[in-house]
């Protein structure tokens, strides 16, 4: 079945039926606007993210579950930078005419098993055909006291730089989706990436990190991101950043692509965060309260821009910094 | 020049630079999310638009400005017809390589314009390349006094049916274009809607309506939505619904064109509302108020679906009753 036989209001009759309804939804799915209500104290969270065809995913490989779910995850991803409480969808596509309908279900079924996970509520959106490919358009809103909300810019010099989980899976799971694998860990990895929700808030409430962000451009364009809007520079130690073991298995440490995929690789979303040196038995705490590794990867400096340096104490400079949409087109 | 000389965030920069800092936003443009910060005792209103190139506008005849215009327009007409206050807006573009930068730059001048002249702040979003047409997703997000927020359910058998300016111009304008011509008020009333938020709002702040809905549809697709969640019907005099003197220069009364754009045209962007006959001239003073026309065109009725009745007492049926996106895909 396709689309145009349900119809735009019949598609969004099916979606409203399967989300929940908590008391902080004032009007839902079906009116002009989403009325909702905000923790009293609290402050409003924003972050957009766009997922389009044949940019950031193909359908030669991406199913749609997966990717229902990664279309919110890569939003819960930016409320855990910020150290928020992830609340509200909104949630728009454009479909090209051939999408057929068990598809959309799929996907919005993975969208609404991982917002109920995070305790979202999907409360709008809109739908249109598209000419072109399949374009996804996600606003994700949450809430946190304004006083826990961490930002990019509060690194200072001798604060130490933490990473959670490992690096460079979703840019090797990627490689192997190229070449024709379709699983295995690393895979999962890039199609649903499980964002640090749990860990961004217990490090926020307990007001651990001086700065932080989301792993989703490389290490080196996300650290970069932080050091701009600090002001600072940073040492990182390559030979200690964590891998996972699969990781290791599939790539040579002495391959250029294991600088690339560790240094460079976007979409771990893992969280980059600093700490004042006092707090890192906090953070460490923190990390194991929610379940999640965090490692020390190396320090802020009050210099410019991001020295590695790697365990024989040589220093190693990297092709490129990170992923730009616009760099290669 | 092409995007990709500047690269997305040389392109983040030049927007932000332009955007203003009020007190409510914390942190606008450039971290993980936007944290902004509502007016006390008012609930948070959100609402989402996409506006596919080749589906809701065509290159050959949007003008960037009008288009950055439109694009945020659609979005402050769902927040007044909820009698909200618009406040933040995100903005998300997925970008063909070849749109110049030219291009851009003048549809983010044109949507920060009408931000501005609304009391809106553009607080983040995303850009990505695109491989099919321009894609433009806006979520706008408003505020207000929860008891005052008016939602499409209320309608009441005995209400009348009130709606603001006039309707069909935008169709018209829109087969205009099509036809080749660039320039009348129809056509701009197209291409540069402008949606009717101090009105809306002066309804809402006095309590006037009992239901509203924007006219984005045509008015028997959005007059239904009332009805739908409202459980009643409505009779409409089609002879009264309000045109404008170039509407009626432009479409002789007895062609199926006439009809067709005042009944089904979508895009007017005017407030459909209802109220109870007590209240009515409240209603006409908030219009003059606010500077807008409102005309009575009807009743709400106890029975189901809508009836339209002409001038000579006869009962007129649509050829259909409005816009689906999927409907002919």
Known sequence: ????????????????????????????????????????GMVLLSTSDMLVEGVHFDLAWSDPYSLGRKSLSVNLSDIAAMGGIPKFALLSVAIPPELPL?????????????????????????????????VISVTLQGEQY????????????GDIICVSGT?????LGLQMLIKGERSGAAIMRHLDPQPRNVL?????????????IDVSDGLLADLGHILAKSGTGARVAIDSLPL????????????P????YTLSGGEDYELLFTVSPERLDDARSAAEASGTAVTAIGGITSGNGIILVDSAGGHYTPESSGYDHFAHV
């Open 1 to 40: 079945m396709r689309l145009s036989e349900i119809g735009e209001f019949g598609f969004i009759d099916r979606i409203s039926g399967r989300v929940g309804n908590p008391e902080e939804v004032v009007v839902g799915i079906g009116d002009d606007a989403a009325v909702t209500v905000l923790s009293p």
């Open 102 to 134: 068990d598809f959309l279900e799929r996907f919005i079924e993975g969208f609404i098993a991982q917002a109920v996970s995070y305790g979202v509520t999907l409360t709008g959106g809109d739908t249109s055909s598209s000419r072109g490919g399949f």
């Open 146 to 157: 304004p006083e826990k909300v961490v930002r990019r810019s509060g690194a200072c010099a």
């Open 167 to 171: 690096l460079g899976d979703s840019a």
């Open 200 to 212: 961004g808030r217990t490090l926020a409430d307990a007001a651990i990190p001086s700065s932080m």
């Open 244 to 255: 996972s073991s699969c990781f290791k298995r599939a790539v040579e440490s002495s391959s």
């Open 257 to 260: 692509e294991f600088r690339r």
